[in-house]
């Protein structure tokens, strides 16, 4: 959408379900798709005479998202309680952090010059501020029937950590909010604290979004949106919301400032409340939780431990490597996929000993791209659970770079790898007979014969018929005992045929 007059200004309020053993203030499980009301006990249900503990792991998790995300931390945070009914919150509070939050003053870097979609004049980066991070456990779920009239509540989520991050209002477009999220959830997935799931709930985004006529400082009246459960419905949900307060600025009306649910069937959104203050929910400290105290230490033994993200690795992929920019995108876009590559082109190259490294490592890059994404998306795995680890794609990727196995043959070897994991690439490829044969001794008579028994086809080919020169291929590999370089049946026939293009060499 091009917003000609007007500027739209996008903050986001973003939860980060974490991936722990444990709920943020108890022992409870927290495993995605449990029966309901299974996996509750009275400190998430709030009963009587309970007592929360704080999870440590949600704090060290914090800490990374905050370290990976440039912000600041603090010394000390405290929790507070976030008032408010709903039938799924039992308590009738939600524990949080209120105005001493665990990080804070951050930014996440977003690339539209990459994105497809961007206009052209987009700048290469921008930096979208962070005002804070915080811990905070999850509500409840409400399950409505609009059928029947009646709602189930499911308390599983109840205690289940999150982390909640919310921008500054420095998106200027819907697409930039998903380049936003599409960027953080990558970096929590590197990081190995979330795996931001959207479909799942992992990652929740609300949006606070208003516009403005360009050039003027002063925001707008901002409404809030809900129920978006994939990247593409934040996008989808920010254009129409866009264009609904550009058309009421059009027209002279009013923006009420309120909370606003997408129907994502309908493409529509549609008033869920007026938008509540922070006052509304009478923040109170939590008597029941001390401060969190976070020493420098810790904070540098966090950093240390972080891994290699996304963008330094994808540099580090180009430069020394020796990936093509393309290539280096893909295979960093997920840590899983990136750990992959590093590992098979490091059995490869104890392999090769040397040579090409960077034809090498493209090799590798090649396979990955092609084959083993395409089983990965056609069976709905995870990297890890391939059959055919690094180890066994470095033996293919070794015979395909000696060509000991053609191109085709290479695929076929594979197919094979993955049916049967106890056995190598080089094994498969010999019970199969796919092992490339390269004696030149072996292959010239073969097509030799092939030409002497086509004659006119020969003659026919030699008039300018150039396209009969793959049936002459198509006949020596189907004459040949084995799997013959098709490289080498190709040059000993242009050999062959041009030398017959002189009746003197008519025996040759």
């Not at 093509?324 to 590093?342: K, W």
């Not at 085709?408 to 092992?435: C, H, T, W, Y």
């Amino acid at each position: 959408m091009a917003y000609e007059k007007y500027e739209p200004v996008i903050g986001l309020e973003v939860h980060v379900q974490l991936q722990t053993n444990a709920k943020i203030f108890s022992p409870d499980a927290t495993a995605f798709g449990a029966a309901p009301n299974t996996q509750v006990d009275p400190i998430s249900l709030g009963h009587p005479g309970t007592l929360p503990v704080l999870n440590e792991t949600v704090v060290t998790y914090a800490l990374r998202l905050g370290v990976a995300t440039h912000c600041s931390i603090a010394d000390r945070s405290a929790f507070a309680r976030k008032h408010y009914f709903y039938p799924d919150l039992p308590k009738g509070y939600q524990i949080s952090q209120y105005d001493t939050p665990i990080c804070y003053d951050g930014y996440v870097e977003i690339f539209p010059g990459e994105d497809a979609d961007a206009p052209p004049s987009s700048p290469d980066s921008r930096r979208i501020g962070l005002t804070r991070i915080h811990m905070e456990e999850d509500a409840g779920k409400s399950i409505h029937d609009p059928s029947g009239g009646t709602t189930q509540l499911d308390y599983n989520r109840c205690g289940v950590p999150l982390l909640e991050m919310v921008t500054e209002p420095d998106l200027r477009s819907p697409r930039e909010a998903y380049l936003f999220l599409q960027r953080l959830r990558q970096l929590v997935r590197y990081l190995g604290i979330s795996d931001g799931n959207m479909e799942e709930g992992s990652l929740r985004c609300d949006a606070n979004v208003s516009v403005r006529p360009r050039g003027r400082e002063a925001f707008g009246t901002r409404t809030e949106l809900k129920n978006m459960n994939s990247m593409r419905h934040v996008e989808q949900a920010l254009d129409y919301e866009i264009a609904r307060q550009i058309a009421a600025e059009e027209r002279g009306a009013s923006i009420t400032q309120q909370t606003l649910l997408w129907d994502a069937d309908a493409g529509t959104t549609r008033p869920m409340r007026s938008k509540e203050e922070a006052h509304d929910y009478r923040y109170l400290p939590d008597p029941d939780l001390v401060e969190v105290e976070v020493e420098d230490a810790m904070v540098e033994e966090v950093r240390e431990g972080l891994p290699e993200l996304p963008r330094a690795r994808r540099q580090r992929f180009v430069e020394e490597v020796g990936l093509p920019e393309y290539d280096a995108g893909v295979l960093t876009e997920e840590r899983a996929v990136a750990d992959y590559f590093e590992e098979a082109l490091r059995h490869l190259y104890k392999r090769t000993k040397g040579g090409d490294t960077d034809a090498q490592a493209k090799a590798v890059s090649n396979f990955i791209m092609t084959e083993v994404m395409r089983v990965l998306n056609e069976r709905d795995l995870a990297v890890d659970e391939l059959a055919v680890g690094p180890e066994r794609l470095a033996q293919l990727v070794f015979l395909r770079l000696e060509d000991k196995v053609s191109s085709n043959g290479a695929q076929e070897v594979f197919e094979a790898m993955l049916a049967e994991p106890d056995k190598s690439a080089g094994r498969i490829a010999d019970e199969r007979d796919l092992i490339q044969v390269t004696d030149r001794g072996a292959i010239a008579p073969v097509v030799k014969g092939v030409l002497d028994d086509n004659p006119n086809k020969v003659t026919t080919y030699l008039e300018g018929k150039d396209g009969l020169f793959g049936f002459f291929i198509g006949q020596v590999m189907q004459r040949f005992d084995g799997s013959p370089d098709p490289e080498l049946v190709r040059s000993l026939l242009q050999e062959k045929l041009d030398a017959r293009r002189d009746p003197a060499n008519v025996d040759e």
